[in-house]
Every structure is written in structure tokens, then in C-alpha cells.
T-cell receptor
């Protein structure tokens, strides 16, 4: 089942620019996770942010979480061609992940 | 990081045959494994959750007799699509989580099933 909505559905930017994707959800959560999926492949876990955290960094990734608005954002700084992929948010409650619809990110060289 | 191997990566079969997909956790014990189906340009649809040694929990609308799941060990789960039909053609992905891992899921590379 899906509870997350992500926007934009698709994003195309120039290499070197920053990319921001948003995720909104409906219920309370234990944590929220972001995953990346390259075309025709499985998903790769990027970062997890707990419900009591507001911001988290990992390399060029920055994730924020606003539980009052039930939303999260993923920022990729200094984008590279290799960042081209679909990005999914997933909320965790009671040990099951509920997936967003995903944002397709295209980095133009 | 934790590695999950999914095999085969692609299978083409005739209508009416059964197809088995394997999902193995290579360097950790997967207390829970998940099977997803993904339609083109869409998100993941959870089909079932399986815990080692117990019956899988299927999501609403997923036929248990059609999609047989076996999780016989802490490192192996299988999904068998029985009597496959063209409408079963899809991308199937497994994932595994380790106890105490905050429910981070580690994914296999997926299996592209095409039923002729």
C-alpha cells in the first residue's frame, strides 16, 4: 500500500545543480527512509531519519523531516550524471515500509 | 553493506508454466523478507512478508495459491509464480531486513518476468 506522495513526479536538472524532492505522508511514523532505484534494478537504501530527528546528512545528501507537516525532503547537492535514478521515500510504522510513488530524477550533462 | 542476491534476473516462459525466483541474503541473517511487484514507472507494491519458518503474510488482493512463498532458512526465500499467465508479467523484487536494523531493507536486483 502507498501512503506517501512525492513531488515532483519527475525532475530534470543540469549537472552541478541541486535537486530537491519532497515526500508527504499521512500517518505517524517511527522513521522515514529514502531509497534510490536505477532503471530496471533493485533499490538501494540512502538514508534513514528517525521521527525525533529534523535533519540528517550523508555526503551530498541532506534529508529533513517535519512531523508536524508530515513531510520530508531530500536534497542532492552538486548533482552528477550518476545521480540519474528514481528516488522513493518510505515510511516505517510497525515494521512495515509504506512507499511513496517516487520521483524520477534526470541529470543532464 | 548487506547484500541480497536475487536470481534469475530475467525469465521468459510460456503461459501455464511455473517460475521460481530465489532471494538470498549473502552476509546477514534475514529475519524478514519482503516480496514486491513493480509495474512500469510505478512504485513498489508489497505482495507479501515472510518470516523464517512461518507462513507468509499476504497483502490484500494477492493470491496465495498463485504466488507461493517459502522462507525455509534465514538466508533464503523463494517466490513461485504458479501457472503463469501474461498478466503476471512484471518486475518482481525481493528485500530482506535484519533484526535490529531499524527496518532498513536490502534489495535484490529484481527479476523481470515475461510470460508469453
Amino acid at each position: 500500500s502507498q501512503q506517501g506522495e512525492e513531488d515532483p513526479q519527475a525532475l530534470s536538472i543540469q549537472e552541478g545543480e541541486n535537486a530537491t524532492m519532497n515526500c508527504s505522508y499521512k500517518t505517524s511514523i517511527n522513521n522515514l527512509q529514502w531509497y534510490r532505484q536505477n532503471s530496471g534494478r533493485g533499490l538501494v537504501h540512502l538514508i534513514l531519519i528517525r521521527s525525533n530527528e529534523r535533519e540528517k546528512h550523508s555526503g551530498r545528501l541532506r534529508v529533513t523531516l517535519d512531523t508536524s507537516k508530515k513531510s520530508s525532503s531530500l536534497l542532492i547537492t552538486a548533482s552528477r550524471a550518476a545521480d540519474t535514478a528514481s528516488y522513493f521515500c518510505a515510511t516505517d510504522l510497525n515494521y512495515q515500509l509504506i512507499w511513496g510513488a517516487g520521483t524520477k530524477l534526470i541529470i543532464k550533462p | 553493506g548487506a547484500v541480497v542476491s536475487q536470481h534469475p534476473s530475467r525469465v521468459i516462459c510460456k503461459s501455464g508454466t511455473s517460475v521460481k525466483i530465489e532471494c538470498r541474503s549473502l552476509d546477514f541473517q534475514a529475519t524478514t523478507m519482503f516480496w514486491y511487484r513493480q509495474f512500469p514507472k510505478q512504485s513498489l507494491m508489497l505482495m507479501a512478508t515472510s518470516n523464517e519458518g512461518s507462513k507468509a503474510t499476504y497483502e490484500q488482493g494477492v493470491e496465495k495459491d498463485k504466488f507461493l512463498i517459502n522462507h525455509a532458512s534465514l538466508t533464503l526465500s523463494t517466490l513461485t509464480v504458479t501457472s503463469a499467465h501474461p498478466e503476471d508479467s512484471s518486475f518482481y523484487i525481493c528485500s530482506a531486513s535484519e533484526q535490529g536494523s531499524k527496518n532498513i531493507q536490502y534489495f535484490g536486483a529484481g527479476t523481470r518476468l515475461s510470460v508469453l
